[in-house]
């Protein structure tokens, strides 16, 4: 065997190796949803059967549509605000000059690196203050102020790695600044915004902490807040968890499909715009 051969050989047992230990805990969670003894199901790795009993449980008894709904609107919500704020930001930093510009960049890059679970007491409080507790809109601005520093910095490197000659060609032929962002700079940095709102989406889905202690009425619960209802004091039910993490995990999977192609098509669509 040729040592090419051999090299070949080795990348495709790395690379089966590597999606082997990527995706065994989506097949674990998913056949363990599934299994209709999951709850003593040990090691084993093939389920006992096919049941969607788990799911019919937690669809239904467990109130989870309800969960799904709420952290829809919260996500969708922190995706789309974040996304509009954090590009006008990104283009307030990153092409005009003003005065304290540096120091706006810099409590930009020192928010971002403050830990979220430091500002829960703080945050809490402030909510408490102004009657924003138990309330949907009110996580949703908690997330924002978490996504946008993020954004706002990621999207400054985009924004200043398109030409300005670009932009001012659309000036000399009689395009006005509104014209000019949304049919120009807008496509040229599209694989930035996209790459914000996964970010974005990520942390307005899957926190818990502040979705915790700000929710009081069930009916406002998130997935992750939702979710840990399914573990006791002593006992976990493990089917209902696992499939109410396997419906956790559809949409985040979902959302990815939809916008994988504008993070490598997003540059040469902007580039034909104008």
């Given at each position: 065997m040729s040592r090419q051969t051999l090299g070949t050989v080795g990348?495709?047992?790395?690379?089966?190796?590597?999606?082997?230990?990527?995706?065994?805990?989506?097949?674990?969670?998913i056949s363990t949803a599934l299994d209709p003894d999951a709850a003593r199901r040990g090691a084993t790795l093939v389920p006992d059967g096919i049941t969607f009993a788990h799911f019919e449980r937690v669809l239904g008894s467990g109130g989870f549509g309800l969960f799904l709904r709420n952290s829809a609107f919260v996500a969708l919500g922190t995706v789309l605000i974040s996304a509009f704020v954090a590009l006008l930001a990104a283009v307030a930093v990153g092409r005009f000059t003003f005065k304290f510009r540096t120091a706006v960049l810099v409590l930009i890059l020192v928010v971002q690196m403050v830990p979220m679970e430091a500002l829960v007491i703080p945050l809490f409080l402030q909510a408490r203050n102004l009657n924003m507790l138990d309330s949907l809109p009110a996580l949703t601005v908690v997330y924002l102020a978490f996504s946008l520093p993020f954004a706002i910095w990621t999207l400054r490197g985009f924004v200043q790695a398109v030409p300005l000659e670009i932009e001012e060609?659309?000036?000399?032929?009689?395009?006005?600044?509104?014209?000019?962002?949304?049919?120009?700079?807008?496509p040229l940095v599209a694989p930035g915004v996209v790459a914000t709102s996964v970010f974005a989406f990520i942390t307005a889905w899957n926190e818990f902490i502040f979705a915790y202690t700000f929710l009081q009425d069930a009916s406002k619960y998130t997935v992750a807040v939702g979710l840990q209802r399914f573990f006791g004091a002593n006992t976990a039910d493990w089917g209902p968890i696992m499939a109410a993490s396997t419906l956790i995990t559809i949409p985040i999977v979902i959302f990815f499909v939809a916008i994988q192609s504008k993070?490598?098509?997003g540059l040469t669509v902007g580039a034909v715009k104008g």
């Open positions: 990348k495709a047992v790395a690379i089966a190796a590597l999606l082997l230990f990527s995706l065994f805990p989506a097949y674990w969670m060609a659309a000036y000399v032929d009689g395009a006005s600044w509104g014209r000019t962002f949304w049919s120009i700079l807008v993070l490598s098509s």
